[in-house]
């Protein structure tokens, strides 16, 4: 982390804007004795005189605008820091009255004194670790929500195959949509869960072809398709060959 500029006072006029470097890494805290608008990209806050503004610029210009009918005075303080977390939100705002008073008081020390400096980067070091945990926290909880979700989606396919199976059926299970379950499903096994239902199928109907002298129609059935047409489609798509094919192989 290294803090690159400290702007103690600048003033914005009515109507006017100001912008902020483009860079990755690059961060910004600012303060106003007035009411700011401060807009990155898709995202627009205002900081009123008892705020401090943390803001990422994420490549794009940080743009400072005042709306007001007179002049508002502003100071900034620009580091860069790329080797730490930072929030999807990309901007964090502190009351000066608020439980970051360690922080704020040396933010403050560095705008009013150029000093603090080190105090200030220690103090934005503790905070981005200490949301870089929560971050953590959230995300394992969401993960074991998602892996219990599906456990219970592959526990429900396996004993259930050889009836029809939707997956609207599935999403019913854990109360979800058809997009949701197949973008999570998808981005844990690398496969959608219909791939898997057919896959426990034709396995199954692999063995019955190898073991058993029922008819094609039959094992269609057995394993949970409604036609012995899809059977044998979804089977070749999977094997490569028709059943009949597969069975006289076996029988060779």
């Known amino acids: 982390m290294k803090v690159l500029a ?64 007179k002049p508002i005075v502003y100071r900034t303080i620009l580091f860069h820091a790329n080797s730490i977390y930072w929030p999807h939100k990309k901007v964090m705002l502190f009351s000066l009255d608020t439980n970051e008073s360690i922080l704020v008081s040396a933010i403050q020390s560095v705008f009013n004194n150029v000093t603090g400096i080190n105090e200030a980067v220690r103090g934005l070091k503790k905070l981005f670790r200490r949301n870089d945990n929560q971050d953590r926290d959230v995300k394992n909880k969401i993960a074991k929500k998602i892996n219990s979700n599906l456990i219970k989606i592959n526990r429900y396919i396996r004993n259930n195959y050889n009836q029809q199976i939707s997956l609207n059926d599935l999403c019913n299970i854990i109360n979800c949509s058809p997009t949701y379950l197949s973008n999570t499903y998808k981005r844990i096994f690398n496969i959608s869960p219909i791939y898997y239902l057919n896959k426990i199928r034709i396995n199954k109907a692999r063995e019955l072809l190898m073991n058993s002298s029922l008819t094609i129609n039959e094992i269609a059935q057995l394993v949970g398709y409604s036609s012995s047409s899809q059977f044998c489609s979804i089977f070749k798509r999977y094997m490569s060959e028709t059943p009949t094919d597969f069975r006289k192989k076996g029988i060779l």
């Open 6 to 69: 400290i702007n103690q006072k600048s003033t914005l006029l009515p109507g006017a804007e100001v912008s902020l470097p483009a860079e990755e890494h690059l961060f910004a805290i600012i303060q106003t004795y007035d009411s700011l608008q401060v807009t990155n990209h898709h995202t627009t806050t205002t900081i009123d005189k008892r705020s401090l503004l943390l803001i990422k610029s994420c490549k794009k210009r940080i743009r400072l605008i005042n709306q007001k009918n």
